[in-house]
T-cell receptor, first 113, second 112 residues
Framework: NAGVTQTPKFQVLKTGQSMTLQCAQD?????MSWYRQDPGMGLRLIHY???????DQGEVPNGYNVSRSTTEDFPLRLLSAAPSQTSVYFC????????????FGDGTRLSIL | AQSVTQPDIHITVSEGASLELRCNYS??????LFWYVQSPGQGLQLLLK??????LVQGIKGFEAEFKRSQSSFNLRKPSVHWSDAAEYFC??????????FGAGTTVTVRA
């Protein structure tokens, strides 16, 4: 049981490049979320999805796009990378019933030069 | 708007001693409250959560938290700390756990 899988684990980009961070879960979870974690700031919600075909913005959505074409996958796209997007990105998922815990991936560490 | 404050950036505690981590929140309605733990290089793991009912919540690894509405607090406690409890701890609030607001975290160091 893989849980929440994020790829890649590390990536270095140049300013202006585009990239997709992958997130996949094998638990048939309806809810999926993307967070970024910066030193001294905790995690901040970027985008989330309550099911296939449904996405919405979180606290810090600018510069990021998401899509949810399948239940399993929730990719995060950086359209034109900026140094301010240097961060650790976490994907999380949760089943539909309210008492189920949220599962986090191990993160993607992204550096923008 | 919802927000979370964790007043202590870093706490050092001796092994076997008690631990209390503070969390204060701001939320417009009845909050859902969570505590997560993060070990270095890992994702977050849920310790416990409060939705409603009994204000003293038991979690995994011997942790508990108490919801105090009058103080807008949700402090985390453990009676006797083990070296393996060294980690970063995050308090979070939201209408549901797939869209949370997190505090900045408290790093716990355990000394022998």
């Amino acid at each position: 049981n893989a849980g929440v899988t994020q790829t890649p684990k590390f990536q270095v980009l140049k300013t202006g490049q585009s990239m997709t961070l992958q997130c996949a879960q094998d638990m048939n979870h309806e809810y999926m979320s993307w967070y970024r974690q910066d030193p001294g700031m905790g995690l901040r919600l970027i985008h989330y999805s309550v099911g296939a075909g449904i996405t919405d913005q979180g606290e810090v959505p600018n510069g990021y796009n998401v899509s949810r074409s399948t239940t399993e996958d929730f990719p995060l796209r950086l359209l034109s990378a900026a140094p301010s997007q240097t961060s650790v990105y976490f994907c999380a998922s949760r089943g539909g019933q309210g008492n189920q815990p949220q599962h986090f991936g191990d993160g993607t560490r992204l550096s923008i030069l | 708007a919802q927000s979370v404050t964790q007043p202590d950036i870093h706490i050092t505690v001796s092994e076997g001693a008690s631990l209390e981590l503070r969390c204060n929140y701001s939320y417009g309605a009845t909050p859902y409250l969570f505590w997560y733990v993060q070990s270095p290089g890992q994702g977050l793991q849920l310790l416990l959560k409060y939705f409603s009912g009994d204000t003293l919540v038991q979690g995994i690894k011997g942790f508990e938290a108490e919801f105090k509405r009058s103080q807008s607090s949700f402090n985390l406690r453990k009676p006797s700390v083990h070296w393996s409890d060294a980690a970063e701890y995050f308090c979070a609030v939201g209408e549901d756990d797939y869209k949370l607001s997190f505090g900045a975290g408290t790093t716990v160091t355990v000394r022998a």
